[in-house]
């Protein structure tokens, strides 16, 4: 198992690597060069040269690249240029909202997908297993904006059920020491908090959550009925073994390998959909800040937040890999 992550981080380091050229190169290709991209309608002559000087993008493009390299590794990802506060900074202040969002929308899937997909399989060609490919396929095909829109009409404006919009009650007055509301109200005893953060989390879950919710039932579905006809599976119930014990021991055992890539595929969509999620909600994310920083032109945060985003997606399918090597330790060999 040591051998296995030690591996998936050496693959780490090329992986980054090649992502922070193209996001040099990105910058260095914008229209106007970097400079013009930052001042914007601000962009005379003198200005640009300024900012060329100042940020050394008159150098050498070798020389460039190594210096931003060299600012990666301390740290530096830069300032944003629409509030003027370090890339860094502003991360790791909607990050934990992002990570909660996340968290819930990835729990809701996980917790219906499966159960869903496995009994879909075991009543193959019935009712249920026809509803459940149908309600799969309604899942993926509708855009999440559209799905955010349509379940802050209904249960938030019309019904008034749930909130509009933001993390927790502005009049609300709770303590935040870890910047996840839900969590902070469980440790400091403030229920009130606690749920009010959660019942905030809902609707932006059920919108996120709906694209992996029917792309991890499918996949449940089609691997436990591949499974269920492979020829361990029927020999296991040769020697008698309670159907009990096929079910959950060696159907559902094996059928979770692809299940649990694709639930750790499904976290880089679940951070690129909450870009939208966030936006329609008015959620203090990193996506609603992204979806910010390109109407801005704030490259840096761009830049900076692409990155590390990179290197969390890279971590949780490290995590996927690990429980690979759990579920069937002759992968960790």
């Known amino acids: 198992m040591v051998r296995l992550i030690l591996r998936r981080l050496a693959l780490l380091v090329p992986t980054l690597l090649g992502l ?15 400079a013009t991209a930052l001042l ?11 900012i060329n000087a100042l940020y050394g993008f008159d150098r050498p493009i070798v020389e460039q690249y190594v210096r931003y390299l060299g600012q990666l590794v301390t740290g530096n990802f830069g300032v944003s240029t629409r509030t003027g506060r370090p890339v860094l900074e502003e991360f790791a202040s909607r990050f934990p909202a992002t990570v909660e969002l996340t968290v819930l929308a990835l729990l809701l899937a996980v917790a219906v997908a499966i159960p869903l997909g496995y009994l ?8 249920l297993d026809h509803l459940t490919v149908v309600a799969s396929l309604l899942g993926v095909t509708v855009p ?7 379940l802050k009409y209904a249960f938030a404006v019309e019904l008034g059920w749930f909130p509009s919009s933001g993390r927790q009650d502005p009049a609300m007055i709770a303590t935040h020491p870890t910047g996840l509301y839900v969590l902070d109200g469980l440790l400091t005893r403030e229920w009130d908090a606690s749920w009010d953060a959660l019942v905030h989390l809902v609707l932006p879950a059920l919108a996120l ?22 020829d361990y599976v029927r020999t296991a119930r040769a020697k008698g073994l309670l159907p009990r ?3 959950d021991r060696v159907v559902l055992r094996n059928a979770l390998l692809p299940v649990s890539t694709t639930i750790g595929l499904q976290v880089g969509l679940l951070l690129s959909g909450a870009v ?17 920083a390109v109407f801005n032109l704030d ?14 997606y890279a971590l949780v399918n490290l995590l996927v890999d690990v429980s690979y090597g759990l579920i069937d330790p002759r992968i960790a060999r």
């Open 20 to 34: 922070s050229v193209l996001l040099f190169a990105w910058v260095r290709a914008l229209p106007g060069g970097p």
């Open 40 to 50: 914007g309608e601000r962009a005379t002559p003198e200005a640009v040269e300024r």
């Open 120 to 127: 879909a399989a075991r009543h193959q060609g019935r009712t």
């Open 144 to 150: 999440v904006f559209f799905l955010a829109f349509l």
């Open 209 to 230: 959550g709906s694209i992996p919710l029917a792309v991890i039932a499918r996949i449940t579905r089609a691997s436990v009925i591949d499974v269920q006809s492979a």
């Open 245 to 247: 014990h096929v079910r």
């Open 276 to 292: 939208l999620t966030e936006t329609v909600f008015a959620f203090p994310g990193i996506g609603s800040f992204l979806a910010e």
């Open 299 to 312: 490259y840096a945060v761009l830049q900076g937040f692409i990155l590390i985003i990179a290197v969390v």
